[in-house]
């Protein structure tokens, strides 16, 4: 049977674009994801997923597959880099009886591969890094540096914070550098011996902080991150790059002897720029929307960046289905709905004061994108249906 649902290409495969391409291809749209890596591997990095996160998990049935792999958390400490005092604990073991799911932290592979389990076999393209994307009355070209050509209805930037989509809707502008760098390492628990830490902790220094959290429900792998300020330096890629892991050390050298214990026993490290934007008025253009860094990229001082990018996938597929023949009324009650929150967090996110003491956490994780009502205004409802008129680029009004 012939589908009558638009054709989309999603751009990106990470965690906000293969939550979008599955909550998609189970409503039966024919959808592909094109993902410029010829591989996905797993990098070193884990990822706190809080309950508006592991709900949509849930709804899409890949909690108890991420629940037998990573680590539900007792607390999240916050404390003082010199004393070790606790000045807040996130009762995290508390979640469920709160906000009716779990928090977890897991490696950030393991998702990213349970995620893709999901996805319909043959519709990731990788090696497809989009070049160039043209927009006309009826469809959508997509060319990608393979030399291959796509076309398709709608299509998602779901690039993250160095989107070639956004480039192509707004032109050329690179995120801005905060001024601090994450170093970060995972290694065996059994390298800092008899040691006991938390199952997650972050360390508050006056310019500088450090989480340090364990991986895997084995509690086996130990993974530290952190926000150093330094100066601005010509990166070239933001890619994590390699560096001795005395660099790391001499930055938490004045610290607390359990951070310095833990990093004594970091066999390698990396490190890379932190990037944010100020929260955009744009985010789509006729046929093409954002999602995710893409849109909205912010520090991880809050663990939400991929939180929001899912929770956007998620609203992005209810505006769609709620607009099954106007998909720009569909972008447009999508930002309606997600442009608060995600500036909101974008903002806390920059601020880093995140649970440093004891704050209100019910807005943050007691929210649920699946089946929060939507926001509506009267201008969506006079759009009329998928005309494509004159580009609005210029204007930037949506
Ligand atoms: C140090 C650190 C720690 C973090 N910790 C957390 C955490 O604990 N919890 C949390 O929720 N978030 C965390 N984040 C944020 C999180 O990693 C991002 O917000 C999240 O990955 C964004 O998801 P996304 O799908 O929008 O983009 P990404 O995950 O960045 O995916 C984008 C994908 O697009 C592909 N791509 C890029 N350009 C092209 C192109 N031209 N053509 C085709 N494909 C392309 C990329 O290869 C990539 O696969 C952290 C971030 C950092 C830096």
């Known amino acids: 049977m012939m589908s009558h649902k638009p054709r989309i290409a999603i751009v990106g495969g990470g965690l906000g674009g293969l939550t979008a ?16 890596a010829d591989q996905f591997s797993r990098v070193g990095a884990g990822i ?18 991420m629940m037998r792999i990573g680590l539900r958390p007792l607390q999240k400490l916050s404390r003082d880099w010199k004393t ?14 709160l906000y009716g799911a779990h928090y977890l932290i897991m490696h950030r592979g393991d998702m990213h591969e349970i995620l893709l389990s999901a996805l319909q076999p043959g519709s990731l393209y990788l090696n497809h890094r989009l070049i160039e994307m043209e927009q006309n009355g009826t469809c959508l ?22 989107s070639k989509v956004r480039e192509i809707l707004l032109g050329p502008e690179p995120p801005t550098y905060t001024g601090y ?64 892991p005395e660099e790391v050390q001499e930055a938490f ?23 944010e934007r100020k929260p955009m008025p744009l985010w789509s253009d006729r046929r093409v929307v954002l999602l995710g860094d893409a849109c909205h990229p912010m520090p991880p001082h809050m663990g939400q960046g991929a939180g929001m990018a899912i929770e956007d ?34 903002h806390e996110s920059h601020n ?16 649920d994108v699946l089946t929060a009502p939507l926001r509506e205004d009267a201008e969506t409802r006079r759009t009329p249906a998928n005309s494509l008129g004159p580009s609005i680029i210029s204007g930037k009004t949506q």
């Open 21 to 36: 391409a599955i909550l998609l291809q189970r409503a039966h749209y024919p959808v592909r994801v094109y993902e410029q």
């Open 48 to 65: 706190q997923l809080s309950p508006n996160v592991m709900r949509v998990m849930r709804h899409i049935g890949l909690e108890d597959a």
């Open 84 to 97: 070790g005092e606790i000045t807040y604990a996130v009762p995290l073991e508390r979640m469920f009886e």
């Open 141 to 162: 070209s997509l060319a990608f540096a393979n030399g291959i050509h796509a076309e398709a209805d709608i299509a998602i930037g779901a690039d993250g914070v160095e």
């Open 181 to 244: 760098v994450a170093y970060r390492s995972i290694f065996p628990r059994k390298n800092i011996g008899n040691l006991q830490i938390p199952d997650s902790s972050k360390w508050w220094g006056d310019d500088r902080h450090l989480v340090i959290y364990l991986l895997t429900n084995k509690r086996d792998e130990v993974y530290v991150v952190t926000g150093v300020p330094r100066p601005e330096w010509q990166f070239e890629s933001i890619s994590p790059a390699p560096v001795n």
């Open 253 to 275: 050298g004045e610290f607390h002897p359990e951070v310095r214990t833990v990093l004594a026993a970091c066999p390698q490290a990396t490190k890379a720029p932190l990037l």
């Open 313 to 346: 996938a998620v609203m992005l597929f209810r505006c769609l289905e709620t607009e099954p023949h106007d998909y720009q009324a569909a972008f447009k009650k999508y930002k309606m709905n997600r442009f608060e929150r995600t500036a909101r967090v974008q």
């Open 352 to 367: 880093n004061e995140w649970i440093r003491y004891s704050m209100d956490h019910e807005w943050l994780f007691g929210y």
